[in-house]
């Protein structure tokens, strides 16, 4: 599918080796903009779906995006353009290190996102833009961690998606730079299978406690649960 159609939004990603996902959209649905960010950044932009939620959830007047592959960056952009929010968004073509050692004393940022490549067993596909999309060689889980430090706001907030197996791996690196959790969803297909993706919340104050819980998306083939479907329903057409 050449396009996908949102609610208030559209996403062209003909040239973009990944496709609008659950992940994606997840994330951009349950990332944390209560603490009212002035700027927003999403590490990994592909298609711009998270910068482009983020957009209508928010007012942050700043939403910077940073892409890497030469086809989804220029796909971003277009689709940022072609948005309402054209005037709050705009994408970087840079890689994150080199991003962010340019940018720590330049910008800082009140909410970070990322939904990173994480399949980091020894596997290709054969398709190099979608490995590189898909695969943590393209970002390793401490570069994440140590740029999102620098580049966060004192109290800012870091949201991440990744496989549940990663979870605890995650947070122990995101420690070492002294990023602490402070909530966690962790997100199940069906009531019957195992848990998938976990929904991470960070700041750089020590959290006395992290607020946990599950969100289960169907409960048969589209038959969404409420949850899920409440937290999506601004964004999908057919909830």
């Not at 689709?79 to 968004?89: A, Q, T």
């Not at 330049?106 to 020894?122: A, G």
């Not at 990023?179 to 966690?184: A, C, E, T, Y």
Request: hydrophobic share 35%.
């Amino acid at each position: 599918m050449s396009s996908f159609q949102f609610k208030q939004f559209t996403i062209q990603q003909d040239r973009c080796a990944m496709k609008v996902g659950t992940d994606g959209v997840l994330l951009g649905a349950w990332a944390t903009v209560n603490h009212n960010p002035f700027s927003v950044l999403d590490i990994g932009a592909g298609t711009g779906l998270i910068g482009l939620m983020i957009a209508q959830r928010s007012n942050a007047e700043q939403v910077d995006a940073i892409e890497v592959d030469d086809d989804a960056y220029e796909q971003a952009v277009d689709n940022f353009e072609n948005s309402p929010w054209g005037d709050r968004l705009f994408c970087y073509h840079a890689g994150l290190d080199e991003f962010a050692e340019e940018m720590q004393n330049e910008e800082e940022y009140d909410l970070i996102v990322s939904n990173p490549p994480f399949y980091n067993e020894d596997y290709t596909t054969g398709d190099e833009q979608r490995d590189k999309a898909r695969f943590t060689t393209s970002m390793p889980f401490d570069e994440l961690a140590e740029a999102t430090s620098v580049l966060l706001s004192d109290n800012g907030v870091f949201n991440v998606i990744l496989p549940y197996k990663e979870e605890t791996p995650f947070i122990a690196i995101a420690k070492q730079f002294g990023l602490s959790p402070f909530k966690i969803t962790r997100v199940k297909g069906t009531p019957e299978t195992e848990i998938k993706r976990s929904l991470i919340a960070f700041k750089k104050q020590e959290s006395e406690t992290i607020e946990t819980d599950e969100l289960i998306i169907e409960i048969t083939r589209h038959q969404y649960t409420p949850e899920y479907t409440a937290l999506t329903k601004d964004f999908y057409l057919k909830m």
